[in-house]
């Protein structure tokens, strides 16, 4: 079963970075669509940032939950096989488990990967 892999995520301090990383055993521009899910204890799944291709260029349109607008910025890079989030100004209410899904077509399923946890200390 195919499957996306987190890495980045880990414990900082509020006002600190954090870059997460997504990889794929195949093609990262495979995917039309891709994003990050996060979600803490006690809250529902929320959608943080996704990344979707063009038509059919290398160009990408980005989409950003309210809450990190300006603060994350959602990217892939070509040369790293990888999508990443780039996660600035992190706040204590950024803490949270996230986790990427790619996705190829309209009709396809979402790929997801397990996760990774980052937390921020107040």
């Known amino acids: 079963q195919e499957r996306l892999v987190e890495s980045g995520g880990g414990l900082v301090q509020a006002g600190g970075s954090l870059r997460l990383s997504c990889g794929t055993s195949?093609?990262?521009?495979?995917?039309?669509?891709m994003g990050w899910y996060r979600q803490a204890p006690g809250n529902e799944r929320e959608l943080v940032a996704t990344?979707?291709?063009?038509?059919?260029?290398?160009?990408?349109?980005?989409n950003y939950t309210a809450s990190v607008k300006g603060r994350f910025t959602i990217s892939i890079d070509g040369a790293e096989n990888t999508m990443c989030l780039q996660m600035d100004s992190l706040t204590p209410e950024d803490t949270a488990y996230y986790y990427c899904?790619?996705?190829?077509?309209?009709?396809?399923?979402?790929?997801r990967g397990q996760g990774t946890q980052v937390t921020v200390s107040s």
């Open positions: 899904y790619g996705k190829r077509g309209p009709g396809d399923s979402q790929i």
């Open positions: 990344i979707t291709r063009a038509g059919n260029t290398r160009a990408y349109i980005t």
């Open positions: 195949r093609n990262i521009f495979s995917f039309n669509t």
